[in-house]
C-alpha cells in the first residue's frame, strides 16, 4: 500500500514538473513564403507555425497558432510573425520584393505582296514586331524578328505570325490566295470519269478519296489517338506500293468554331503536321506532302456531336488528305 502511494506521489510530481517546464520554456516560432519575388498582383502564401506561445501575431493581427495565407502584396512587403508567451516573444519574419516594372507587351505586323497568285507563282510575306524575342511562321519556322520571305504555297493558305517577348504573345494573319492560270487554248477541259476509265490519273484520285482516312482529333489536341494511328498506317502501306509512290497531296489541318480564328490556325497547322510527321515516320516522304490549315474557316458544327458527319464540333476536328497529282493508272 505505501509503494502504491509513493508512485502516485512521483507521477503527480513528474506532472507538475512537466507543466512547469512547459509553461517556463520559450516560444519559437518560424515563418515561410512561398516566393521571395513577384510581380505586381501575383499571390504570395505565407504560412507559420509556432511550439509553447500563448498568441501569435501576422504583421499585427492575431492568427492561429499553425496556419498559412495567401496574400497579393502591391509593393515590396516585409511579413512578420510573433510568438508570445507571457513576458517571453520570439520573432520571424521574411520580405517579399514586387516588381513594378511591366514589360511591353510585343506586337507584331504581318502582310502578303501580292494576296493573290496563279498557281506555281510566288508572292512575299513581310512581317515588322516590336517588343518581341522572338518570330515564328507555320512553315517557315523561327524567323527574324522583321524580315521577309519569298513563298510559293500550291493552295489558298493563311499564314500566321506569333511574336514572343517578356510581355507576352502577340498574332498577325494574312492570307495568299492561289488560282489556277486561266485556259488560253480556247478547248474545254477534259472531264474524266474515273468508271469508265479506269486506267487514267482520275481513277487514281478516285481510289486515294476513297483509301485516306479522315483523321479526328479532341478538343485542343494535335496528338495521334491510337484509334487514328491504325488509320494512318493502312494509308502509309497504301502510298508505299510501288504504282502509288508517286502520289503528292495535301494534308488540311481543321477545328471546330469555339476559340479565335488566330488560336484555330496555329492548332489547325499543328494537327496537319501531327499527321505528316507520323506518315513520315513510317517511311512516307515529306517532300510528298503539303501542310496547310484551314482553322475554323470550314466548320459548321454547332454542337458537340459525333465523328460520323457534318454538322458536329467532334466532325470539325480533323485533318483531310487531299490528293493533287501523280500516280499509276492500273
Request: some cysteine; hydrophobic content about 35%.
Amino acid at each position: 500500500m505505501t509503494d502504491r502511494k509513493t508512485n502516485v506521489a512521483l507521477l503527480i510530481a513528474v506532472a507538475l514538473i512537466t507543466a512547469l517546464a512547459s509553461a517556463c520554456a520559450p516560444p519559437t516560432v518560424k515563418l515561410k513564403v512561398s516566393r521571395d519575388q513577384v510581380r505586381a498582383g501575383d499571390p504570395v502564401t505565407v504560412s507559420w507555425e509556432s511550439k509553447n506561445a500563448k498568441t501569435i501575431e501576422l504583421n499585427g493581427q492575431k492568427v492561429e497558432k499553425i496556419g498559412a495565407k495567401t496574400m497579393t502584396p502591391d509593393q515590396t512587403t516585409k511579413y512578420e510573425v510573433v510568438a508570445k508567451r507571457g513576458k517571453k516573444e520570439a520573432r520571424d519574419a521574411a520580405t517579399v520584393t514586387v516588381n513594378l516594372t511591366t514589360a511591353a507587351a510585343p506586337r507584331i505586323t504581318l502582310r502578303a505582296e501580292p494576296s493573290a497568285i496563279e498557281h506555281g507563282q510566288n508572292a512575299t510575306l513581310r512581317w515588322e514586331s516590336e517588343n518581341a524575342t522572338g518570330v515564328s511562321i507555320p512553315g517557315l519556322g523561327e524567323v527574324q524578328t522583321s524580315g521577309q520571305r519569298e513563298v510559293s504555297p500550291r493552295v489558298s493558305t493563311t499564314y500566321t505570325a506569333t511574336a514572343v517577348g517578356a510581355g507576352g504573345t502577340s498574332t498577325a494573319s494574312a492570307r495568299i490566295t492561289v488560282t489556277d492560270p486561266p485556259n488560253t487554248s480556247g478547248e474545254r477541259p477534259r472531264t474524266i470519269d474515273p468508271n469508265t476509265d479506269p486506267g487514267s490519273i482520275a481513277a487514281v484520285a478516285a481510289e486515294f478519296a476513297r483509301v485516306m482516312p479522315r483523321v479526328f482529333f479532341d478538343l485542343d489536341k494535335s496528338d495521334i489517338k491510337s484509334s487514328e494511328q491504325e488509320k494512318l498506317r493502312r494509308a502509309a502501306d497504301w502510298l508505299q506500293i510501288d504504282r502509288n509512290r508517286t502520289v503528292t497531296f495535301r494534308i488540311e489541318g481543321n477545328c471546330d468554331p469555339r476559340a479565335t480564328a488566330e488560336y484555330n490556325l496555329g492548332l489547325g497547322d499543328r494537327r496537319a503536321r501531327a499527321v505528316r510527321d507520323f506518315l513520315v515516320s513510317l517511311g512516307v516522304d515529306a517532300n510528298r506532302m503539303d501542310v496547310v490549315s484551314y482553322g475554323l474557316e470550314k466548320a459548321s458544327g454547332t454542337s458537340e456531336g459525333s465523328t460520323a458527319g457534318p454538322p458536329s464540333w467532334a466532325f470539325d476536328r480533323r485533318a483531310d488528305l487531299i490528293y493533287q497529282r501523280g500516280g499509276n493508272p492500273r
